[in-house]
């Protein structure tokens, strides 16, 4: 079993070769391929967490497609002021497939 911890829009994600994750939007087009930094690396037993070993290991991705996330509603309301507010928000995200550790 061959698996990464990858950092990817400012979070860690456990990929495998064929995963497919969401990412917040990368500025690329789809069908490029990019690399994501391992944080940690496992294959079987063997766990690689030193950063000279993790630096040669590569985990490329494909752009899959863009995307947009689930409305978030932010409402706001203070009692006896008449101050009401309401606003949403849709994340911009990147669907991307991971084709290779290296």
């Known amino acids: 079993m061959v698996y990464a911890i990858v950092r990817a829009s400012g979070r860690?994600?456990?990929v495998e070769v064929g995963s497919v994750i969401q990412l917040n939007r990368v500025q690329a087009a789809?069908?490029?391929?990019?690399?994501l930094p391992a944080v940690l690396f496992v294959d079987g037993d063997t766990v690689t967490s030193d950063a000279d070993k993790l630096a040669k290991i590569k985990?490329?991705?494909?752009?899959?497609?863009?995307?947009?996330?689930?409305?978030?509603?932010i409402q706001k309301f203070k009692n006896k002021t008449g101050y009401k507010k309401r606003q949403g928000h849709?994340?911009?995200l990147t669907r991307v497939k991971i084709t290779g550790i290296k």
């Open 90 to 92: 849709r994340q911009d």
């Open 12 to 14: 860690q994600e456990k």
């Open 59 to 73: 985990v490329t991705a494909e752009i899959v497609k863009d995307l947009r996330g689930p409305k978030i509603v």
């Open 30 to 35: 789809q069908g490029e391929t990019i690399e």
